[in-house]
């Protein structure tokens, strides 16, 4: 089994409403590039993401589950690729690389 395998069965298990990794990964991305939520709303929508900050607040929170369209665009204004929404803890992976 390849690793991208794993990844892909690893992701399909993520229930967002029970499992909020996405919603966190996704926040700890925002907070250690310094922007605030309605910085990240106005990124998303220059890349033709219609979102509210209450919204996208609700992703952050687990509360929604993101779309695809989303997601194409936080990997953009993050420079990351989709594995960092899906990591178990990208803080500590993060403070290794440095």
């Known amino acids: 089994m390849t690793e991208h395998t794993k990844t892909i069965e690893k992701t399909a298990r993520i229930n967002q409403r029970t499992n909020h ?3 966190t990964n996704i926040k ?5 590039n310094k922007l605030r939520n309605k910085d990240i709303v106005a990124h998303l929508q220059l890349h033709g993401v219609e979102i509210s900050t209450g ?3 609700k992703v952050e929170m687990g ?4 779309s695809v369209d989303l997601l194409i665009a936080l990997t953009d204004i993050f420079s990351c690729d989709f594995n960092a929404f899906f990591q178990e803890d990208i803080s500590s992976k993060s403070k290794q690389e440095e």
């Not at 509360?63 to 993101?66: E, M, R």
């Open 63 to 66: 509360l929604n589950n993101p």
């Open 55 to 57: 919204t996208y607040s």
């Open 28 to 32: 700890k991305l925002r907070l250690k």
């Open 21 to 23: 990794l996405l919603g």
